[in-house]
DNA sequence: CTGTTAGCGCATTCAA
DNA sequence: TTGAATGCGCTAACAG
C-alpha cells in the first residue's frame, strides 16, 4: 500500500477532494464535527497533509527561502560573523514557519533551485557575479544584505559613517595609519592595494569603509601611504597576519591600524604583541563587526558592533513583509582598550 | 508577459510538448540539429528549462536533501565539530549538484518537507526525539550519523574502542579518573550522573564512550567514583568550566580527566592552570574529536581524532550510494602535550 | 456547507 | 522521430 493521497482518502471517506482539502486549508468551510472526523479518519489512514510539493505547484509557493552566501558554505561557517547572521535569519525563519536553504555563493545557475523557493536572501554580493544577473533578473522575491541592486529591497548598516566614527575615535592628529582591508581588489593573497584597480560596487561595504577612513583622515590632516593600504582576501587568521607583519615592519611604523574585520584586527594585535609592541601605548587598533571574542581577547578591541544576528533576523522579517525599502540598521562603536 | 512554460515554448516552436521535453532531458531521443535549434530558441524566449517544483512533483525527486542537526542551527553552528561536518556534506553535495536543505533538530514536523526533498541526512539524535519516530516511519531514504535507526544506513566511528584506546593511552595503575560526560542525562545543567537516569540508546554515542573508559580502567583495576562522573549537557566553555571546577576541588583530586569533546577538555585544562595545576605532571587530560584549536593551545591535547569534515562527505556518499549499509569510518588516538 | 471541474507545469506511455 | 493523451497531487472557482 502506497501513501495515500488526498484523493484516495477522499474516496476512502465518500466525500469530495475539496472537502479533504478544506479540512486541512480552510477550516471555515466546513462543519466543525466532519472536519474533526476527517481529521482524525486522516491520522487513521496515515495520511498527514497535503503533498507540499503539489501543494507548491499549484499555490505557487513553498515556503522555503534561500540564502545566498557570498562564498562556500566552508567559508561561511567558519566565519563568526556569517554565522550569526545565518542564526538570525534560522531563528526568525523559524517563527515564521518557513525554511532555509543555503545556497553557495559559488554556484553558477539560479535556476537549479528558483522553481522551489519563494525567494532569495542574498548576503554580501555572490563570489560569482554570474550571480547578480541571475537575481536582478529573477521573478522572484529577493532581498540583499550588505549590498545593493537596483530596485531591490536590502539590508544594511550605513558602512560610511560606522568607519568614520571608529577611525574618529581612535586616531590623533600625529598618527602614521594603516589600513587593513578586506576584500578591496581581486586578488588571492593579502598585498598592498597600490595600483590595483579596485573592484568597485561589488564589495562595495569594503570601499564604503575605507571612504569613512579617508573622511576621518582626512579632517586631521592625516593621509594614508601608499603601501599603507592592504588588501586581505579572507577575514580569516593567516592572510590578516601576513598583512600586518608587512605593515608593522615598515617605517615609519604606523600608531593606528584600521581593520576591516574583528578577525583581522585580533590577528593584528597578536603579530603586534609578538614583536613586544604595547597597545594602546604604541599602537592603537580599531577593528569592524563586533564578535564575542574580542571581549575575551585581552586587550579587548575597540569596534563596530552591527549585531549580524540581529541583521540576519531583520532580513528574514523584511524579505517576509513584502515591502521593497532599503533598510539601514544601527550600529554601534564600544571602544576596548585597544584605542 | 510571464514566464515561459514547456507548454508556452512549444505552441511558439510549433512542435509539441513533449519534443521540448525531450531537447532537455533526453537528447538521445531527438536530431541534434532539432535539439540545437529549440535550445536556442529557448535561450532567445528566456526559457531556462522545465520548472523544477513541476519536474519533482512528477518525478518524485527534486535533488534537494535535508540535514537534519541534531540541536538549534544555532548551536551546530558555533560548534567547531558540528560545522566541519556541515562543510563536508556540503562540498560533496555540490560535486552531486545537490542542495542543502537545513533541519533544525528542534522542529516538531518532519513533513512541513518530507515532500520536498529525496531524503534525509539525520547528524545526531534530534533533541526533539518526536522526530525520531517520524524518520523510522518516513518513506524517503533516511541516512543516519552518530547514531542509529534499525533498517537505516548510518555513519559511525566505533565509539567505544576509540574512547578505550585514548583511556588507554593516558591511565596509569594508581589513577584517580574523571569523566567530563557529554549529554549523559536530561538535564540542562552540568551535574554530576550520580542517580540520574542515563539516557540510554538515543545520545548513543556519549554512552558508547563511557563503555569504552570504563573497560580501559577495568583493565587497570581501576574505578570510577559516583561524584566522579560528570553530565555537561552542551560541550561549551562554560557548562565544561563549571563541572571542571567542581571536580577538581574534589579530593582526592583526580589525576586523569576523561573528556567527551575537546572543547570540554580544553576548559577544564584551562581551569585547571588557573589553578596551578601542572599538566601532564600532576594532571593529564584527554579529549575527544579532533579540533583544530586544541593544536593552538598550550599544552597541545590529546584526543581522539575523527575527521569530521571527512565524515560529512561519507555521510552524504552513503547517502547518495542507495547503499544500505552500517559504515564504520576510522579515527586516530593522537597524542599531545596533555598526557 | 459540499461536490464538480479545470488547471498548476511537466514526463511518460503509446500510437502514428 | 514526433504528437496526443493521461496523470503526478493538489486548490480555487463555481455551482449546487
Not at 84 to 110: D, I, P
Not at 128 to 153: H, S, W
Amino acid at each position: 500500500m502506497s501513501k495515500p493521497t488526498l484523493k484516495s482518502v477522499a474516496k476512502a471517506l465518500g466525500v469530495s477532494t475539496a472537502t479533504i482539502s478544506n479540512a486541512f486549508n480552510r477550516p471555515d468551510q466546513l462543519s466543525v464535527a466532519l472536519r474533526e472526523k476527517i481529521l482524525s479518519a486522516c491520522t487513521e489512514l496515515g495520511y498527514d497533509g497535503p503533498n507540499k510539493a503539489a501543494q507548491s505547484l499549484r499555490k505557487g509557493s513553498s515556503g522555503i527561502v534561500a540564502v545566498i552566501l557570498s562564498d562556500s558554505l566552508e567559508y561561511m561557517v567558519s566565519d563568526p560573523v556569517a554565522s550569526q547572521f545565518l542564526q538570525g535569519v534560522a531563528r526568525e525563519l523559524e517563527r515564521q514557519q518557513k525554511h532555509l536553504l543555503l545556497f553557495s555563493g559559488n554556484s553558477t545557475n539560479l535556476d537549479t533551485i528558483t522553481d522551489f523557493v519563494d525567494g532569495f536572501i542574498c548576503y554580501g554580493a555572490p563570489r560569482n557575479l554570474g550571480l547578480i544577473g541571475q537575481l536582478r533578473q529573477c521573478k522572484k522575491r529577493v532581498l540583499t544584505v550588505d549590498f545593493d541592486l537596483p530596485g531591490r529591497p536590502s539590508v544594511n548598516i550605513d558602512n560610511e559613517q560606522a568607519a568614520y566614527d571608529s577611525a574618529v575615535a581612535v586616531l590623533k592628529p600625529d598618527d602614521v595609519v594603516a589600513v587593513l582591508g578586506l576584500r578591496l581588489i581581486d586578488a588571492l593573497d593579502s598585498r598592498p592595494v597600490a595600483d590595483a584597480p579596485m573592484w568597485d560596487n561589488l564589495s562595495s561595504v569594503s570601499h564604503r569603509r575605507l571612504d569613512g577612513y579617508q573622511r576621518a583622515m582626512g579632517e586631521l590632516g592625516l593621509t594614508l601611504a601608499d603601501d599603507a593600504l592592504w588588501h586581505i582576501p579572507e577575514s580569516n587568521q593567516h592572510f590578516a597576519e601576513v598583512a600586518a607583519k608587512a605593515v608593522l615592519s615598515q617605517s615609519p611604523r604606523p600608531t593606528v591600524l584600521l581593520c576591516m574585520s574583528d578577525l583581522i584586527a585580533l590577528s593584528a594585535m597578536r603579530v603586534a604583541l609578538q614583536l613586544g609592541l604595547q597597545i594602546p601605548e604604541q599602537l592603537r587598533v580599531v577593528g569592524f563587526d563586533g564578535i564575542e571574542e574580542t571581549l575575551r581577547y585581552h586587550p579587548t578591541l575597540s569596534s563596530v558592533w552591527q549585531f549580524s544576528d540581529k541583521k540576519g533576523e531583520a532580513a528574514a522579517r523584511a524579505f517576509q513583509s513584502g515591502l521593497d525599502d532599503n533598510q539601514l540598521l544601527p550600529y554601534e562603536l564600544r571602544l576596548g582598550e585597544s584605542s
